[in-house]
């Protein structure tokens, strides 16, 4: 039985009562639901603090950093506004040494063999997998969707890794045909480089993975900057990388100040691709401030699902339809 209809049934005697003890009953009934949701945000923050995969510091390098100036911002349940955590908010020093982490960690991880990679990535996926219910509650606590939703999204979000675990072994070049006898022709593929991923906050395992994923594959380096308003589920996955044995430096998160660190993954000649998922106007604004150091720019923008119901509909198909 829900909270709220064992709330309920214990007002139903006083349903007669004047009008002044129902509105009372009603505020204990509300203060009431509002302490235990409260209490179970902090009994699943504890869980995921037994588990290692609360993680509130950034990480540069493989070390868990505050912010150099020591500000921070808190993290939200969205469903009751309780303050999960508070996190560093970090800027530009912070982000110029996750970069720098990232390409001095870019020569050793480019140059493992694409099994090495593999494995690397093989295991990160077994670990997510291990912990897809800790991670579908934590992206339940800060972003808000539904728990089967959370965990679907941890199984999709994994589901990223284990395929390109598997494609890490199969970056063919290719061979062209010579215009001279004496001459040999192909084509061989090569890591860009440093990459600076920045995710939204609706899916914050998944698009994640998505991007990070096929640039470990390739041997690039990574700089994760999550939406402030769902950092955590971000520092879990990263807490688990490092667990995989994907070494210091490989990956990287810095979350704050959106603007600084987005400018200085932009000014940076040591980042040669940025990857975002957002808004189309921040879309414009990364790809011009891109070709600056002439970076290769992945883009998904202005995303929206549309569903449209006529008069004649079944409601009942449309709701089950839109929901699922």
Not at 169 to 174: F, L
Not at 186 to 201: E, M, R, S
Not at 218 to 231: A, D, F, Q, R, Y
Not at 299 to 308: M, Q, T, V
Request: aromatic share 6%; hydrophobic share 40%; with cysteine.
């Amino acid at each position: 039985m829900s909270l709220a209809r064992m709330a309920l049934r214990s007002c139903r005697p006083l349903l007669r009562s004047p009008q002044p003890q129902m509105a009372s009953m009603h505020l204990f009934s509300r203060q009431y639901l509002d302490g235990q949701i409260s209490m179970e945000t902090q009994s699943l923050t504890a869980r995921l603090s037994g588990a290692g995969l609360l993680r509130t510091q950034g990480l540069i390098g493989g070390k868990w950093t505050e912010a150099y100036d020591g500000k921070t911002i808190e993290v939200y349940n969205p469903a009751t506004g309780d303050v999960i955590a508070n996190v560093p908010c970090m800027g530009r020093r912070e982000t110029d040494d996750a970069i720098s982490s990232a390409y001095g960690a870019f020569n050793s991880w480019s140059k493992l063999t694409a099994t090495e990679r593999s494995k690397c990535l093989r295991k990160w996926y077994d670990l997510l997998m291990a912990h897809k219910e800790e991670l579908g509650q934590l992206i339940t606590l800060e972003q808000g969707k539904p728990l089967k939703e959370a965990m679907g999204e941890v199984v999709y979000g994994a589901n990223f890794i284990e395929f390109y675990a598997e494609e890490a072994k199969r970056i063919y070049g290719d061979i062209i045909p010579p215009t001279l006898a004496d001459r040999r022709l192909f084509v061989l593929k090569q890591p860009v480089g440093v990459v600076g991923a920045i995710t939204p906050w609706n899916f914050p395992l998944a698009m994640i993975t998505r991007k990070v994923g096929p640039a470990l594959a390739c041997g690039c380096t990574v700089v994760i900057k999550p939406s402030e308003l769902t950092p955590l589920t971000a520092l879990a996955a990263a807490e688990l990388s490092l667990q995989a044995g994907i070494p210091p430096g490989a990956v990287n998160v810095v979350m704050g100040n959106a603007s600084d660190i987005g400018d200085t993954l932009l000014a940076s000649p040591q980042v040669r691709k940025i990857t975002f998922t957002g808004s189309t106007a921040v879309g414009k604004k990364l790809m011009a401030g891109a070709a600056g150091t002439v970076k290769k720019v992945s883009l998904e923008l202005g995303g929206n699902a549309p569903c449209i119901v006529f008069d004649d509909a079944d409601l009942d198909v449309a709701v089950k339809g839109a929901v699922s």
